[in-house]
């Protein structure tokens, strides 16, 4: 364990068991830990028996927030960033926070871990030789089709979170924008209720009408020509 350090810790995306020895050896040494949301946290927290002060950071909390991290780092405090499941800073606003330190020269440590992204793509059945994440979509169709047309060029699998309110939507999007292309959808990823559903946008769409639509799903939409 090394002071003035923010390690970026990956927390489980679903299961419990789905974190590293090294990640709950870090989370029991560190002076501090930041949360994106410190209730869930706790949660993991208490399942290992870790006892740590929190500080909640979040994009919106940043400029009253950053300077305490910023001052118990310079003080040589230990610090670990994690996110409410899966890798900080991917998707997430530790991003804001990471980048800040290193313009500070604070000295950054990731451990490996957890993360949606390459689980789904793994199980996908689609290439993952080369892959493009690129997150939620906009909100405004308009401009949901033209990022899905514009990375839809790409030579790549492309990799979208979405959550159990516009799946269905963004599906229908991705049938308009790209047009047959094979897809994967992974829902509950690590969870009790997971599933894959893999085919053309039209095979998929039945069987999420019939299907339970609550938890987070990621969607993998194939290259041109798969």
Not at 48 to 65: E, L, T
């Amino acid at each position: 364990m090394t002071s003035s350090v923010l390690y970026i810790v990956p927390t489980p995306i679903g299961n419990m068991e789905d974190i590293t020895i090294r990640a709950i050896d870090i989370l029991n040494a560190v002076d501090l830990i930041v949360s994106e949301d410190t209730r869930q946290t706790q949660k993991l927290l208490n399942h290992y028996g870790i006892d740590k002060p929190q500080i909640s950071y979040r994009d919106q909390n940043h400029h009253k927030a950053y300077p305490k991290i910023l001052d118990a780092l310079i003080k040589g405090s230990a610090v670990a960033l994690v996110s409410d499941s899966g890798m900080p800073t991917i998707s997430d606003p530790g991003f804001k926070l990471v980048s800040s330190l290193i313009e500070e020269n604070i000295k950054i440590e990731a451990l490996p871990g957890a993360s949606a992204v390459t689980t789904a793509i793994a199980a996908s059945g689609l290439p993952t030789d080369k892959f493009s994440f690129i997150g939620f979509l906009p909100r405004k169709e308009t401009a949901a089709k033209k990022m899905l047309k514009t990375y839809g060029e790409l030579d790549c699998t492309l990799i979208v979170f979405e959550s159990p309110y516009r799946v269905l939507k963004t599906l229908t999007l991705i049938d308009e924008a790209l047009q047959d292309r094979k897809i994967c959808v992974a829902k509950e990823l690590s969870k009790i209720h997971e599933a894959y559903f893999r085919g053309t946008v039209k095979d998929v769409l039945p069987q999420l009408t019939t299907s339970n639509l609550k938890g987070e799903f990621v969607i993998l939409i194939s290259k041109k020509g798969f």
